[in-house]
Structures are given as C-alpha cells and as structure tokens.
C-alpha cells in the first residue's frame, strides 16, 4: 500500500516580514520577523546583516516563546506587602511616575548622589548614561564590573581596544586560533561563523580551557588549564618567543611603545615615566640621527635598542624592561607547567608553533597605505595567528594583568591590525586618551560635571572627594581599584546597605536581576535589601525597578516599571555605545516596535524621557519646560550628543554648508550630518541596520593608517586623527605605583599602600588569585550555555527543554575519588557556605574542576515557573559560595573580591570542597517561594497563529 | 504494510559535520519553529512552565564523551533527526500507509490524516528520530523542511531546511546524496562521510562527516628548531637585537 498525498509545497510564509534586532543575548544580530495575523509566527536571521549574515541560534530562534512568555510582566507595581513578599498591586502609569518623581525630585534638588542608578544587560548605555549625568548622580554603571571589564580595560589601555565588540580574528585570512577561557556567551553567532570558515579550511583551533564543552570540543587541540593560571601560561609562551627571538621586531619598533625610552633611574621622581618632548610626546632613539626625537616625527625609525642620558639620569627603551622580566627564568615552560597543568613540551610546542605560523606562513596582501609618520608601504603583511577571549581570564582578580599579558603575546607576534591577525571594529581602534576620565562632581540641582565612566591616566583622575574618600557608593575609580572603567555594580547594594562610603536614598536598577544570579553571596543581598533600621525602616529607603519579566529581582522593589520585549520596543545599537561593526565596516542598528504590547507596559528608555521632563533634567527639556522628547524612538532620531552627532550614523541630513560627512549616494549624510525625520524609517527599510564600509587602503594598521584615520574622522568617530601606539608599558599604572611609594600629592591611604604598588606593574606581572586555604582544595567555574544566555534563558518554553537543570560536573579523578555514582548529590564548601547538589560526570574536564550552568536555578514563585520547576528543586547557583568581600584578613578592612587594578568580580578565583551528601529533597539552600506577580504559566502549548 | 518505492529519482539528505558541530542546538530550535507554524499540526508542548516539561522535537542535539587509550577525554556533539533511509523500517511497519517515501526525492514523511497514532513506526526507527505529538496523538518526525525546499513563496536561496539555513557554524549541508557529482557528495567523500549503524541494513541517506583526529600536537622534533635560543643571557639576547636591527 502506498500513499502518497498531494502536498502543498509552497505554503505562503508569512502575511510580513519585519526586520529588526535580535535581543534574546547580547549578540546582536538581525533577525526577519515574520508575522500572521499580527501575530510573530517564526523568527529567522537576516541574510543582510553584518553580525550573523542570515544564521541565528536556539535563543534568537526561540525569540518567538520570548515575547509570548507568561512571565511577562502586565502594569506598573506597587509594593503592598514587605520587601521580598511578591505582593503589589498594579497601578496607573500616571500614577507609577509621580511616585517615581516624588521621590528623585528631592534628591536632585539637594543632593545628587543619593541616587544609585545602576542598568544591567543595558543595551543603551549612551543614552542611560545621558540621563543620569543629567540628574547629577556620580552613581552610575552598568554591568561591566561584574562581566568582563577586564578584558575591556587592559584592551583600551594595551592597544586601544580588546575583544568581541572591539574587534574580531581576521577570519577569512587567518591559519591559527586561540580561544583561552569561557567564551561561548558573547559574540555567539560570529564566533560559530568564524570557527566554521576555520574549520571549513583546516585551520588549527586551539581551546586553552579547563571545561572541554562546546567550542572547545571542536578545538584541534585542548589544553585543560588550571583555572586563574591563564596569564602564566602566556608569559611562558612569551618566554619562549623572547628567547628564541621569534617576535617581530619591525612592528615593535614601529607601531608600539617598546622603543620609547623610560627613566631608569630608580632614585628620580621620575623613575619608570616616559621620557618626554615639551609637547609631551614620548620620545625614541631615531636609528638615522641616533638622537632622540618625538615617536611620531616625520621619517623618524625607532631604535629597540638605544639607550640614553640625559641630566644624569639614564633611559633606556621599554623593550629592554620587556625582554628582562620575561626571558626570567620564572617564566620558563618548566616552571610553570606545575602549577598550569600543562606539560612544558606542550608550552614549547604550542610557542613553536605560534611563531611557525607568524613567521614561516606569514601573508601579504597587495594593498598600497601609508603610515602616520607619512611613509608608503606596498603592501600588507600579515601574520595569520588570532586569539579571543573573554570572561574566562577576565573574572579572576589577576584578571587584568592575564588579559593584558594576552595581548603583548599578540603584539609581540605582530599580529594585531595585520591581515590573518586580529582586527579592530570601529569606533575602535580608540586608544585611552580618546576616551573621557571619569566625573564624580555630583552638585545640588545641577547635571554631573561630565561623564561618569572613563579611562584614568593617573591618580588626578581618581573619583575621589576633596576630603579623599570615595565620590561613587560602588567605589570605582579609588585607590582599591583605580583602573575601574566600567563600575562595580557588584558592590552597590553592599555599600549602600553598609552606608560605606556613605548611604544613599534610592536605588533604581534596570534589567539586573541582582536579587539572585547577578549578585555574589545571594543570600546576603535579600538581607540587604530587605534589611531595617532601629526604627523599622528600610535600610536602603527606596528601590525601584525595571524589568520586562517576573524576575526574582522584581519582588524587592517598591516600584515596578515593566518594560516591553525587544519586539515591542525602539532600541539603537549605536555608535556612541555598543555598535555592531565589523572589521570592514562602520555599522549601527535600531529595534522597532514590530508588534505592539497587549500590555500596559512601555519601554523602559521611553519611560526615562518621560521621568527626565518631569524631573526638569537639561537634556529633557525644552527651554519653555515641556517634554522634549516624546519617546526613545523621537530621542534616537533628534538628539545630537554634539553637533552633527547622533545616536545613529545612517541617513542623517546633509549638515548645512559644512560639506562635511562621509559618503552617501541618496543625498544623505553618513556619520556627521543633522537630524532626519525620516531616520527611522529609512532604517526599517534597509532591513534595521546600516552599513558603511571601509575602503580597502584603510582595512588593516588602522591606529597608523592614514586612510582610515581620515575616514574615521569624517564619520565623526575622532575629531581629529588619532594615531597612537600600542602601550606594552602602561605609563599610567606606574603613576599610580609612583604615588604608593610617596611621590605628588594625591597619596593613597597607607593600607593600601602596598597593594597599589603591587598591583599597579606596567608590565603584566601573574599572581595566584585562586591561592586559599587546603581546606578548600578544588576549582569551581560557571559557564553559561549557548542555547541559553543570562537570567531569562530558562523561563524559555523551549529552551528550558534543552537545559532546565544543572548538574554540577565532576572530572574522573574526583568522581572515583569521593565514589560518586549517577543520581547521587553532594556538598559544596567555600569559606562562605555551602550548598546541596546533584552530580554528573564529566571527563573532558581539568582533574581539579568543577562547573556548573550558570544562571538556570530560579527561586520559585518568580519567572511564572510552577514550584515544582526543576530550575527551583534540582538547579542552583554557585552564586551563594561566593562573597563579594574576601574573608576577613583580622585588619578589620572590608576586602572587595575584586581584581584590584579594575574592580572586576573574581566570580571565578572560587575554591571549594566536595563532599559526597544524602539526597535532599531538593538543592540546599531552599528559599521560600515568593508570591508571583503574573501568576503562572499555562499547562500545555500548541502555538500556532495564523491559518 | 506499506511498500517502498524501488528506487527514488533523488536522495535529498542533510550532511552533518561533527567536526564543526559546536553544539548549540540552533538546529532544534529552528526547527521546532518552522515544524510548529507549518506542515501538518503544530509540534507541542506539555507542562511548558512545570516540573516535567516535555515537548515534541523532530531534530535534537545529544553530547557524548569519547575517551581515547591515550589522551584527554573528547566531547562530540551528535545532532539527530530522521536520515531517510532507503530502506526506511518506519515505512514498512505503518498498518495505514501514513508513513510513506516520496519516489522523486526519497523524503520520508507522514501523511498525517492516514496516522493513527499507533506509534509502531517510532518503535521500528531504531535512530529514535520519531516523536508522537502527545496533544495532537500523531507521529511528526524530520519533513527535509519539504514546504521550504520546493517554496515558490521563498527566495531561492532559503529554499533549505530550517536547520540548515541557521546553522551558525555552518556544520549542516544539504543536497542530492545520490548525485555523485553534488557538492554534498563531495564533500562526504572528501571527508569519509558515514552512515549510522549501517549494520542495520536501513541505508540512511543522511551522512556524518566524523570527527578529525584531535590533540595530536605538532612534532616537537620538527619545530624545535624555531625555538632554538638567540642567547643563553638576556643581555646576549639584546646583543642579537643589535645585530638583528641593522639588518633592518
């Protein structure tokens, strides 16, 4: 018998399709909604887009469980029950904003600081920032702290950018890839395009990481780390490379600060500073003249050798320090081996093989540019090895110095900005200088007096008040962490709870769910947030609270401010924040509503418009006192951060009679140019997105290229061009340790004072972040997987499918060694607690590891899960073994757990002991459920819309 | 019982690149979103927000470790769905003729208003790759994306299977497996693409490209040269530099 039916097989797709941004990770990508009846009915990547070109993975796909999900919140809450019940009653708009306005109005207008706004997975940080500079608040970050800011900052401060959104592999070109650390979180879908262009030519893949899933199981080869040892695995590869003279000499001299002469002297005042001209350039030894002369100076050729000596004092190149600290025996292969858990023929071999690459395989492609110093070369030499990482090496509180170390391997190798090495994406290459210093200058009704965040040069830069003590409540940019360029959002509720270094009246958070996974030592932030003083009152007075779900964080605000999706909303992906380029090209992007909520929610960037104008912010008014924007979507189109400059680059306006701005074939202006109405809507058009590529003379050395300097200032990227070397030495940490041993007038506290000049070396030093107590003998690491991503990934109906419980994995020795077999649980020891937990074996581990998911335990009652959801019986965090201070050191100081150049959360220097334990009916802790504000989910799904 | 066709006109097939293959599940969830919105009834979803959820999927992701003689354990991500077999044990066993290969391009597929949901075609699968929808009580399993692949509604260029036009490492390839001449063909012998269990006897259109070998490190003997040092002390070593910056 058979049957063969007629099939219909062009069934229509869709009634539209609608093109937009993807939200459901921090990727970014494109994405063609396509819609029936109104209703979204299948979401898909959009060929055209420079971030993904047409792929999409399980989160963007599941988009769709996203915007329909029933943890979406409704209306604006008002907490009627204590903190931390889930009782609220829904109110007005109207009615939510007076309150928010009734209460910051008073703080604006006496004291600024009292508000701590702090934004999360915020992908609208220029325009957050914007708002809350207006206000006047030095309080305010976004993530950052907690995430990879030390990837960011030691990028910045090495060689004017770093990874993922600062740059990428030369993909198309490159022979060798190196991936240290966790990764799989951040650039997701390019960093699966580009292992699949790599693997589709055979390229060698290496994972430098302890958990062998994921990339790292398609890696050629695997190296399992001791986790936090990163750093010293580099330096020995750099050893290495030293000894053998495998570095490339032509591009340190030239494009880099190893020939610019330092004062050696360790008696002068001066000692380890640059020697500089009256203008303040540093200078190197001109090999033609063999005198000194300005590093950028017409035709001059720096000398790697060269010493000099002048008024008695002696100066010799960075170069020379380099090579003297690395090729120390303490770097050798064999010493370090131990400790890194990788064998020294296997450093070795790795090392020979980076320099066979560089050196022996070396490209070039036949593309003529010309140099800052004016002189023109015929070609482009490439040198085909590339590297990425990201908060694997980063969250560690050696983190700083280990993503630094990274990138002078990567110099050394000469293959940063070459073809076949790794390639800035604008607005990068932005070396620090370019960047502001942070402001901290909070004044009675008045805005901030500049920008919060920034790159410090040296502790004139510090956010300090007159009597010294910190200006911000997360402490950034003090002494404890001088280098801070993204905030310590992790120490807010902390601080401000402790009233250190002062107390303040209101915390308004957006999209951070820190009442759980965001936060260390979870437990104790529901303490603080719920905490009262002597006469019953909040500890922290007042928290307000954005968020578009029913997150566990929701149930500790006063006031609920609930956003839309990312379908429901106008977002710009913006050049003055976190744009979408590409190596080749400049690119920005926008969301729009491409459906309309069913709900009375409003986006949370409308909605700070709004409270701006009624708060009388400048910058949200007009000069009679109205509103000056009517909604995010008016702002992104006519705001105008300085004159010609947008939130966007596409479509602008010609700029009147300046005949400035880049190209443009439809008599728009590109970069530079004014408002245009139609902004948007010439956005939607073109597929959400906008493009403006890189002519092929300015594609690669870009911080020294002529072409793309030029380029880059008509599109409003630098004023004027901004050529700079890359800093092996950073001059400006040694101005920090120059002020710990004494000298100028800005001094550390004393307590401090060693640790400061420890942790401020210009030159990458490793030191054992993860060293503690043989109590606690073994490491233990989250990830986060990439069918999943942050908080929200598992109240997904179908991505919950895929990962709705996490099993801490145990490698075979430990497995065999406690006896452990399927289905048994086991307690997990730090010095600040412990938990129960179910167990799984995993070999591809490090022999001393242990892991987890991150981010799948939920508490119950949040996220509209029933409470017999097995993220609330069987999932966990790591996050209760962990503690945003140190244990205490019996000096009666609180020690943040905190890298101490940057702040950044060491989430990963955690040890711990394993103990096999009897099954509990459920993961230890258990918290009690809190009552939901949506209610729950539905029992069964058949979604299907549309005919 | 329903009969197999004697031959096919072509043999469309997924080629799978375990080498590539990072595991994301972008597969799956494409597929469970083209799968819900179009042919036959919609894949559900049971307890989607409680304690057992559990869903219909025509295309799951599963992880394996592999531990060599010698070595660091391996980790291989095994995605599945229906291979098409020509010799397709589901068909035969169906008692109504719902289960049926078509003969111009050997996809196997179920008519859905013939099943009766008896499930005997998923016991006699022995890939696994058939799911009885438990809302709608019939079997759904891989259609090759049937309703993109031959769509007039859909740029050229997107007439793939769901699973193959978002997979983002590129480790999914689709085509006639019985052209010798077409792209996937080539690639399965470039590679040494294999057939699951072929003891079997199914003889599954779709193909696995296995895994390349792994960890086996460079030759140190060949390399070593490159390492060999410039000078014995660092201020040999900026001697070399000397000598080595004239030449420049």
Redesign the interface.
Known sequence: MTSAPKLNLSPKVSDEVRKTTCYMCACRCGINVHLKDGKVAYIEGNRDHPINKGVLCAKGSAGIMQVNAPSRLRAPLKRVGPRGSGQFEEISWDEALQIATKTLAPLRKNDPSKLAFFTGRDQSQSFTSFWAQNFGTPNYAAHGGFCSVNMAAAGIYTMGGAFWEFGQPDWDHTKMFMLFGVAEDHDSNPIKMGLGKLKARGAKVVGVNPIRSGYNAVADEWLGITPGTDGLFIMALIHELLKAGKIDLHYLAQYTNAPVLLNSDPAAPDYGLFLRDDAGKPLVIDRTTGKPAAFDRKGVKPDLAGTWRKGGISHRPVFHQLAETYLSPDYAPDAVADRCGIPADTIRRIAAELAHVAFEQAITLPIKWTDFRGEEHSEMTGRPVSFHAMRGISAHANGFQTCRALHILQILLGSVEVPGGFRFKPPYPKPPEAHPTPHCHARPDLPLDGPHLGFVQGPDDLALRDDGTPARIDKAFTWENPMSAHGLMHMVISNAHAGDPYKIDTLFLYMANMAWNSSMNTRGVIDMLTDTDANGDYVIPNIIYSDAYSSEMVAYADLVLPDTTYLERHDCISLLDRPICEADAAADAIRWPVIEPDRDVRGFQSVLCDLGARLELPGFINDDGSAKYADYGDYIVNHQRKPGIGPLAGWRLPPEGSGVGGTSDDGHAVGRGSPNPEQLDKYIENGGFFVEHIPAEASYYKPWNRAYQDWAVGMGLYDTPQPYLFQLYVEPMRKFQLAAEGHGDRQPPDHLRDRVRAAMEPLPIWTDSTAGDADYPVHALTQRPMAMYHSWGSQNAWLRQIHGQNPLYLPSKLWNQHGFADGDWARVTSPHGAIVVPVALQAALNDNTVWTWNAIGKRKGAWALDETAPEATRGFLLNHLIHELLPPKGDGLRWANSDPVTGQAAWFDLRVRIEKADPPDQSQPAFDPIASPVGQGPGSLAWKVGK | ???L?DKTDRKLGLVI?L????????C???C???N???YG???????????T???T?LNRVH?F?V?PDQG??????FPKSCLHCDDAPCVTVCP???S?K??EDGIV?V?E??CIGCGLCAWACPYGARELDR??GVMKKCTLC??RI?????PQ??RLP?CV???????RHFGDLGDPDSAVSQLVADRGGMDLMPELGTRPVNKYLP??P?????E?DI??P?????AEE?KG??G???K??ER?
């Open positions: 019982m329903t009969d066709p690149d080498d590539t293959c990072v595991g994301c599940h972008a799956v969830i494409s469970k979103g083209w819900t919105e179009n009834v919609p894949l559900s979803d049971q307890d989607p927000y409680g304690g959820p559990s869903g999927f992880s470790e531990q660091a354990a391996q980790t291989v991500h109504t003729g719902a049926y078509r003969a597929l008519n208003d013939a809302a709608a049937v309703d031959y769509n007039e509604n859909l260029e997107d769901a036009r978002t997979c983002p490492a590129g480790a895994p390349r792994k960890d086996t490190g460079g140190i390399l070593a490159l390492l060999a040092p410039v660092p070593f900026l070399w530099l000397d080595t910056l420049l």
